[in-house]
């Protein structure tokens, strides 16, 4: 993938807005979650930025599964700076580096996994945030970056864009919430490690992002559809489709999280969407389907 020329012209572009990505110059930089549609595409970014503008940092990715990293990094593992971590986000780390910038994105971040495994997801958003918040109390770090979601808004019953003061009520008897609840736990535990502790905590809170990294065993509608589209088949809608969405393409939530790495406020968290546009998943689904 990476050296698809589509993909690099979205590279390029990523690495072309005006940021100071001079402070990632020597740095070690750490992403969990990388093989994730964000943590994927967030690592190829910053692989492409040290190859093109002479920042010479050094990239960290954590994955769970060997063999499925290996595969989707091929291109990247003879680079010298380019490190495999393979372990759960969840266990214990046996290191001893100093990550300077840690982007936290590791996460079963769709609704198979919230019905079959929503205790994994629980522990990887709040137990995988405080081991990684207790390693930076241990080594030091100039920022920490968590992925939340914009899921911690909860049901809210108004129509106008969400701001980041604004939210709804999320039932905690409904194991669907197993998400939306840790993403917010996880903000209050690393608000918690910077009042306590010092460290520069940070959070981003993505809506509906799609793009090439969407993953094979993603199971959100937009991600099935795309892939009903990609193999020439049907698309199956499983309700009346009337729920709106703001689809974000992944190159404009890469570029939002970078900003906030390198620009934002500590102990803020911002919204990353696409203002711009709502359709409902019925019209998005049309859509693909005229485009197939």
Excluded: W
């Excluded at 599964?65 to 990247?76: C, D, G, L, P």
């Excluded at 919230?114 to 994994?120: A, E, I, K, L, Q």
């Excluded at 993603?218 to 703001?246: C, H, P, W, Y």
């Amino acid at each position: 993938m990476y050296n698809n020329e589509f993909y690099q012209d979205d590279l390029k572009e990523i690495i072309s807005i005006d940021l100071p990505f001079n402070k990632f110059d020597g740095k070690n930089i750490l992403i969990t979650g990388g093989n994730g549609l964000i943590g994927s595409y967030l690592v190829d970014s910053l692989i492409y930025l040290e190859e093109n503008r002479n920042i010479k940092l050094n990239l960290y990715v954590l994955c769970r599964t060997k063999e499925k990293a290996e595969k989707r990094f091929n291109e990247h593992l003879e680079k010298e700076y380019f490190n495999l971590i393979i372990q759960d986000v969840c266990d214990d780390y046996k290191l001893n580096i100093r990550f300077d910038y840690i982007i936290h994105t590791a996460c079963n971040a769709h609704p198979l996994a919230y019905s079959t495994n929503p205790v994994g997801v629980i522990n990887s958003n709040v137990i995988g945030t405080q081991k990684l918040l207790d390693y930076c109390k241990k080594y030091g770090n100039e920022r920490f970056l968590f992925l939340s979601s914009s899921e911690v808004y909860g049901e809210k019953n108004i129509t106008e864009k969400y701001k980041e003061e604004d939210y709804g009520k999320i039932d905690s008897m409904n194991v669907r919430s197993c998400y939306s609840e840790s993403k917010k736990m996880a903000e209050t535990l690393g608000i918690a490690y910077l009042k306590q502790y010092g460290i520069n905590f940070l959070s981003v809170r993505p809506g509906h992002i799609y793009g090439a990294t969407i993953t094979e065993d993603n199971s959100r509608a937009d991600a099935q559809f795309l892939r009903n589209v990609l193999n020439n088949e049907d698309i199956i809608m499983k309700s009346d489709g009337t729920q709106m969405r703001s689809y974000c393409y992944i190159v404009d939530c890469i570029t939002g999280i970078l900003t906030v790495l390198l620009k934002g406020k500590i102990g803020e968290a911002y919204n990353i969407g696409n203002n711009l546009e709502s359709i409902t998943i019925r019209e998005y689904a049309e859509m693909l389907a005229k485009l197939g």
